[in-house]
């Protein structure tokens, strides 16, 4: 499995690049965002990679950060959403703006893209709006509270809660899911709250 690419450009079209890796030319597809950060042939780069491998192909889809290759492997881990399409999602908007759609719930950035139709738009804000949802939760999460002693999680996590708009009484019934006796960290804590909350 190919994870990771440095070396030079020898080709750049519209959507792929052929990167030479000691001698070896890789055709990897991009999206118009890490198409943008290609260099002229004979210049350096390097993709953080995806491997797609299927019965009858092997494909390589390149990007230029680590951001940017997680929400194309969230999107391509949606039903109905391939490789090729994922690429065209991150093609049709920024990362920033894709990622404040699905939050939003607001469909139109990733209905721009080739081959996204209104269900599939759909299919994944409801599959992504909840991961984006606990990943914002964490980010806003002081590191010193993160790594603070198991006093101090139940209120950060109580507080993340909150932040993603569950009520006092919501955020309770999350924080009373939590097993505490087993000291979690911060985000595992944090996980099962939501799970919780997500059943109900």
Known sequence: MIAHLSGTVRRAAPDYVVLDVGGVGYMVSVAAGTRQTVPSPGGALELHIHTHVREDQLALYGFSSAEELELFEMLIGVDGVGPKVGLNILSAASI??????ITAEDPTPIRRASGVGQR??????IELKPKLDAEEALSVLPRAVAAAGNGAVPKAVE???RNLGFSPQE??????AVDWKSS???QEALASALKALGKK
């Open 96 to 101: 920033e703006v894709l990622k404040r759609a």
């Open 120 to 125: 599939t738009a759909a299919k994944v804000i």
């Open 159 to 161: 507080a993340a809660l």
């Open 171 to 176: 955020a309770r019934i999350g924080l009373e």
């Open 184 to 186: 979690p960290p911060t």
